[in-house]
């Protein structure tokens, strides 16, 4: 069956609002020029409703923190801003009280503004000439573009391969000031669909066949990736434990569905068995190559910051390669 590029988004988009992204085009986002990524509205919404207590100008100063956040190159950016997203800004107010601020209520997940947005044009300069690129669609969380989606059709012989490089190299080469932002890349042509990160490399983008512990399917990857992956509340999730980013090669990690189930699980266990004192929680058995490493790397960052009334334990990691 034919279908244009234009046809799948929609669908795409409808998939979204359905799991409570709501949506709004490029353009209707207002912004002082075209390089300005953020969604400065939503932003001063949040913080007025989840930091009451700042000021006009504490809030514009945040903004402008963020804005016009430097590092010594594009991936640093975009580790560190990804660290300020998860664990929160430190900040001195006017009345020089020092402070984190958060960007997004974890714990309150729906008091947060969740936006689809479509064909945002993103202006660059290159030798002196000003261009534009235009990412089909953002996941905005309070004025913040946190994931980059890609869709080709595979109709028109434009691949999944494609979309990778359309975000690994051209956005990367020309919006850079986008991408660092946003960590978490979507990648689909309509039948495949994969999940990455902006610096994962395109053999690791890998497919989310699964929704919850009791609901799977290996066809329908669109429908898997969306309910399982990106509904916003399981995206949230996903953003603040289970990224990673490996600073020597430059790489962006993202769990793979069986190592976010089986992390959730263990954790679980885990908790429960140092509760009941009973030492028998935490089992679990991988074949060669399915990333047990990192699943436990998920594990160990949330046990040691997001469980309650299990102390502080200690952690040993002990792994069969150099």
């Keep these: 069956m034919f279908y244009y590029e234009a046809d799948y988004e929609a669908a795409f988009i409808s998939m979204l609002e359905a799991q409570g992204w709501q949506h709004i085009p490029g353009n209707s986002i207002p912004r002082t020029s075209q390089r300005e990524v953020l969604y400065i509205d939503d932003m001063e919404q949040f913080l007025r409703k989840n930091s009451p207590d700042l000021s006009a100008n504490d809030i514009h100063r945040i903004i402008d923190i963020l804005r016009l956040f430097g ?66 669609i953002l996941l905005y969380v309070n004025g913040i573009p946190l994931c980059i989606i890609e869709l080709k059709n595979k109709v028109a012989n434009a691949t999944i391969i494609d979309a990778w490089e359309q975000i ?26 994969r999940l990455g990160t902006v610096r994962t490399p395109r053999e690791h983008f890998y497919a989310w066949r699964r929704v919850s512990d009791k609901e799977s399917s290996p066809v329908k990857e669109t429908e898997c990736m969306i309910r399982g992956a990106l509904q916003p509340l399981r995206f949230l999730e996903i953003l603040r434990d289970y990224v990673h980013f490996q600073d020597k090669e430059e790489r962006g990690i993202i769990c793979r569905y069986p190592q976010f189930f089986a992390a959730r699980l263990l954790r679980d266990s885990v908790v429960k068995s140092i509760k009941q004192n009973n030492s028998k929680g935490g089992t679990y058995f991988g074949a060669t190559g399915c990333g047990k490493t990192l699943t436990m790397v998920f594990l160990v960052r949330q046990l040691a910051m997001r469980c309650e009334g299990i102390g502080s334990p200690t952690f040993v990691v002990i792994v069969d390669r150099v």
Aim: proline content about 5%; hydrophobic content about 35%.
């Design 71 to 136: 590092a010594e190159n594009d991936f640093a950016a975009l580790s560190k801003i990804h660290s300020i997203i998860v664990n929160g800004l430190h900040f001195t107010t006017q009345n020089g009280q020092a402070r984190i601020i958060p960007l997004i209520d974890f714990d309150h997940p729906h008091s947060n503004i969740f936006r689809s947005v479509t064909q945002l044009t993103v202006e660059y300069s290159d030798n002196a000439r000003t261009h534009t690129r235009r990412p089909d």
């Design 168 to 193: 690994y190299i051209r956005y990367w080469r020309d919006i850079p000031h986008l991408l660092r932002y946003c960590p978490v890349a979507c990648i689909s042509d309509g039948m495949n669909t």
